[in-house]
């Protein structure tokens, strides 16, 4: 460890170039490399790194979880199958998201001038699709908003059999009448 004469400081390197610069020593493959946090009740940590491809990586207990691709300039989520265990089809669909209600406001500290946020209220989401709900140590609730990705989905494939059946239905209404 470095620290400049500018305050710096550098972990593995002896020229750092940011107030605080962390050169991985080890495979970022592997989960060990970059920097790591550690709860203090258990082993659980969370590692932070960049891997041989430049991603800015995620990694839990050794597992990647998320990750920026420089390429994509994107957050990418782990979703492979391998990393899944009792897969099944999602309840969710039209329904659910007919009963969510989408909100404009403005966070407690923002002024009424700012520029208003878009969402919904967590409390309400739960009440409807409680797994993209999560609450803090501190109570406070928040929304994944990329768990509703699945769920339009599946509300857009159940539009898609409404419009389907009542497609059919117009056209032996049509032959019937029409008799085409």
Do not use: C
């Amino acid at each position: 460890m470095r620290i400049s004469s500018t305050g710096k400081v550098g972990i593995n390197t002896s020229t750092p170039a940011a107030d605080l610069e962390v050169k991985e020593s080890d495979d970022a493959n592997n989960g060990n490399g970059g920097i790591r946090i550690v709860a203090k009740a258990n082993s659980n940590h969370w590692t932070m790194n960049i891997d041989p491809s430049n991603d800015f990586v995620l990694n839990y207990l050794g597992v990647w979880r998320a990750w920026l691709s420089p390429t994509a300039g994107a957050w990418v989520t782990s979703s492979d199958r391998r990393l899944k265990k009792d897969i099944s089809l999602l309840p969710y669909g039209l329904a659910e998201i007919l009963r969510l209600n989408p909100v404009t406001y403005h966070m407690n500290e923002q002024a009424e001038t700012d520029r208003k946020n878009i969402g919904f209220i967590a409390q309400e989401i739960e009440a409807v699709i409680p797994e993209m709900v999560s609450t803090g140590p501190n109570g406070m609730k928040g929304v994944a908003y990329s768990d509703l990705v699945p769920v339009l989905t599946r509300a857009i494939q159940d539009l898609k059999a409404e419009n389907d059946a009542l497609k059919a239905r117009l056209d032996a209404l049509e032959k019937a009448v029409l008799g085409r």
